[in-house]
């Protein structure tokens, strides 16, 4: 591995002579009280609320008041639909189809390689170790002069364990293209963010949702951090209008919130351990691996079993036992105080 990172070379041709579209609200600046540029409907909306106008189409507001609690600049935030989104648009800018490749350290989110299937790009895997950590000599060893990106999910799904800073910061000083590090569970977790860290590696990009600990996934939002040319990339080939008017006005009003959404993630970790010490006490549990998310890695005897009892009595965990590293794996994700103690009673009673 050697850092040689320049963005306008790992930039597809395409993309680099891209004009974008500019639409009707991109061009215009400023206050008006009559608009008739975007061939809306000018009459309101059959809702209680009217939603008959475009929406910001780079979400000014939205991003101000994240900028606040991220403390992180606006002008290095991308709000997207999901994160999935952010993912796909890296893909579509940064790598050549039939051409580039991107590598990927399994068991890890299964949408990284969907996303590559889809814009035909090749994926290279080097599994994690064991203990669920990167494998930095495998990982070099498959690197070549098509690699564009390497992802890394911390804390990883489907194990839920952090992976060690050291190790990424290794990788992120010394590869030459994109290292996207998707954080979806940060909130959980005792490591800190790398998004203080986008300053120190300009090939870092950062990938958080308000899917998790803000309670929000119907909502739809996912952001990305990244130095301001990275961002300025995503917003050149997004949608003009990717995030809808209701959500952003409806995500103002989430963040507002703060104190609530901390008293929840405080809680899940409460539950989280607790949850994992009565895992451990039944029979054919086998292990409960340490997590930093919302969510606890069991080995069974009999996952599919255990899935298919818990499934009948209406309680839906994830079978996860045919991922790699995974064998006889359940993932349960942390409920309610309730919830749990529901679940634990099931266990309990499993033949």
């Not at 935030?77 to 999935?84: A, P, Q, W």
């Not at 029979?283 to 079993?305: C, G, W």
């Amino acid at each position: 591995m050697a850092n040689s990172f320049d963005l306008t070379n790992l930039l597809r041709d395409n993309i680099r002579k891209l004009i974008p579209y500019s639409s009707a609200r991109d061009e215009f600046k400023g206050e008006a009280s009559v608009l008739m540029d975007a061939n809306e409907n000018a009459y309101g909306s059959p809702l209680d609320r009217s939603y008959n106008r475009y929406p910001d189409p780079l979400q000014h507001q939205l991003k101000l008041k994240l900028s606040g609690i991220k403390g992180v600049p606006a002008r290095n935030i991308f709000l997207g639909n999901g994160s999935d989104e952010a993912i796909d648009l890296l893909y579509r800018a940064f790598c050549r189809p039939g051409i580039d490749n991107v590598l990927l350290v399994p068991p890890t989110y299964g949408m990284y390689e969907v996303s590559a299937n889809i814009n035909d790009i090749a994926v290279k895997k080097v599994s994690l170790t064991p203990d669920f950590q990167l494998d930095l000599d495998g990982i070099a060893e498959a690197i070549d002069d098509n690699t564009r990106m390497i992802f890394l999910c911390s804390p990883n799904n489907p194990t839920g364990n952090s992976l060690r800073r050291e190790d990424v910061e290794t990788i992120l000083a010394n590869f030459g293209g994109l290292v996207v590090i998707d954080e979806a569970y940060i909130n959980y977790s005792r490591q800190k963010t790398f998004i203080q860290e986008l300053t120190e590696y300009s090939n870092l990009v950062v990938l958080q949702t308000l899917s998790k600990a803000w309670g929000l996934a119907g909502l739809r939002l996912g952001m990305a951090f990244a130095s301001e040319e990275i961002i300025e990339v995503f917003n050149k080939i997004k949608p003009p209008y990717n995030v809808n008017q209701a959500t952003q006005e409806l995500v103002l009003k989430a963040l507002d919130k703060l104190e609530t959404v901390n008293a929840w993630i405080r809680e899940t970790v409460t539950e989280r351990e607790q949850l994992s010490e009565e895992l451990r006490k039944l029979p054919f549990v086998l292990h409960v691996y340490p997590s930093d998310a919302n969510f606890i890695l069991a080995k069974t005897t009999e996952p599919r079993q255990v899935y298919e009892y818990l499934v009948n009595k209406g309680i839906i965990v994830r079978d996860r036992s045919k991922v790699e590293l995974c064998a006889g794996c359940l993932r349960i994700t942390v409920g309610t105080p309730d919830e749990n103690k529901m679940l634990i009673a099931a266990l309990k009673r499993y033949p």
